[in-house]
């Protein structure tokens, strides 16, 4: 489900001006850096498309958009402006009535908008956490960058990737696919600070892996001179709950930082993780800012360590009891200049340590930064979105324009709002989405 960027934009284009829209690839010669043909354009009258953007969509040609002065019907030539650093010869492009990066724009403050009115709002599921555990991002929900979760890093030359597929994930619905060489993830700064209050007592670090292979799957706990791994997973291509083992922390531990590794080249996926200490309770889990913000519900589930029946095996968890007396405030790092969350749970409601949590919050749709990534939207979702992003380039265009052309895309951009307020009648206001993740 969800639309993407380019699928959003190609809409707007569309109900701005569906009679100049078109999708097509420019002629394999004729073409050269300040003008290109395509029969295809001969649809169009005589510079009836000047002013109208070419969006380069192969990421060949550069710059990605340009735009049109003049255009021939007969030859289907059009002259553009700024010119391309090469002929664009058989190049796929959109036809578009702005230029791209503004269209993008104004898609972005459509989502905005229609979230802060509470027209369009998706809800959250995180099954990440696990009571106890202050490890940030042990689901990899958050990736603000395709190659990296947020909190982790790679110590090496190894490849991470986001694995959505149902086969390799775990309860957060995806999990980080580690391969290409040996390698461990390892959580950063300041995120592994908060490991530090485990120091003097036991701990136990817990991750459920899927490998295909054996002796290529661990994790471990180092603490600053030791590193303390746990046993292989067996390479049966089954879900497993791997652990550590029981470690024991000195008061002066230099580091405990938690790790992830795949001893070979083949792809291993690691899941939600979590840790259990025996000398200190904690009540305070750090969490992305953007879902700290509309946490509705804490619902305390079964324990995340497997019972005698299942040992080492993944297991689906069931309902719960929810947590009413949980707080969530803003951090600011300043020596890292990082913001984030953290929720606190108070009061006799607070959940047992080592229960999987499951988080429900509300937020708004995803804005992405590449031509694919994914809007969280229905057929009719997409609609809102697209009719008033066209809103906001009509109005914005009207400032420029003449007191009578200026009325004209007022008055367009009224009715489209308006149909915004007719799709938004109880359509599709709140969307569940199975993670919080950021595409990039």
């Excluded at 229905?378 to 009719?387: F, G, P, S």
């Excluded at 308006?418 to 938004?424: D, F, P, Q, S, T």
Aim: aromatic letters at 8%; hydrophobic letters at 35%.
């Amino acid at each position: 489900m969800g639309r993407t960027l380019l699928q959003l934009i190609t809409k707007t284009s569309q109900i701005l001006d569906n009679d100049h829209y078109m999708a097509g690839t420019t002629n394999s010669s004729g073409n050269d850096i300040g003008s290109i043909a395509d029969d295809g354009l001969k649809r169009f009258n005589t510079d009836a498309i000047v002013g109208k953007h070419f969006y380069w969509s192969g990421g060949t040609p550069s710059p990605d958009t340009t735009t049109i002065t003049s255009f021939t019907q007969s030859t289907g030539k059009a002259l553009i402006r700024p010119e391309l650093a090469a002929a664009p010869n058989s190049e796929n492009f959109y036809l578009l009535p702005y230029r791209k990066a503004e269209m993008e724009e104004k898609i972005a403050d459509a989502i905005y908008f229609l979230h802060d009115s509470g027209d369009l709002v998706r809800e959250i599921l995180m099954y990440g956490i696990v009571a106890g555990s202050p490890i940030y991002n042990a689901g990899f929900d958050y990736w603000t960058s395709s190659s990296t979760p947020d909190g982790w890093s790679k110590a090496a030359s190894g490849t991470i990737a986001k694995a959505t597929a149902g086969a390799n994930t775990f309860n957060s619905r995806q999990s980080l696919s580690l391969s290409g060489s040996a390698d461990y993830v390892k959580l950063d700064e300041p995120w592994k600070s908060w490991l530090e209050d485990f120091k003097g007592g036991s701990v136990r670090f817990y991750c459920p892996v899927k490998a295909n292979n054996a002796s290529h799957a661990r994790i471990a706990v180092y603490d600053g001179s030791t590193i303390h791994y746990s046993s292989y997973h067996s390479g049966n291509g089954s879900r497993e709950i791997l652990d550590t083992g029981d470690i024991n922390l000195s008061s002066t531990a230099t580091d405990i930082e938690v790790r992830l590794y795949n001893d070979s080249t083949n792809a291993v996926f690691f899941g939600d993780s979590w840790i259990e200490g025996s000398n200190v309770s904690v009540r305070e889990i750090p969490i992305a800012l953007d879902f700290a913000a509309d946490i509705s519900t804490v619902e305390a589930l079964q324990n995340a360590r497997p019972t005698e029946d299942t040992v080492g095996k993944y297991r689906h968890m069931g309902r719960g009891q929810i947590i009413y007396d949980q707080i969530v405030s803003e951090h600011v790092d300043h020596e890292l200049s990082t913001k984030y969350g953290i929720m606190e749970f108070t009061g006799r409601q607070r959940p047992s340590n080592g229960r999987r949590l499951k988080i429900t919050a509300s937020g708004q749709l995803s804005v992405p930064a590449t031509d694919s990534g994914i809007i969280e939207v229905t057929r009719n979702e997409e609609l809102m979105v697209a009719y008033l992003a066209a809103a906001l380039l009509l109005e914005g265009d009207a400032y420029s324009r003449g007191e009578a052309v200026a009325d004209k895309l007022r008055t367009s951009a009224s009715d489209m709002r308006a149909k915004v307020g007719e799709l938004a009648g109880g359509i599709g206001k709140k969307r569940t989405s199975p993670t919080l993740s950021r595409v990039m």
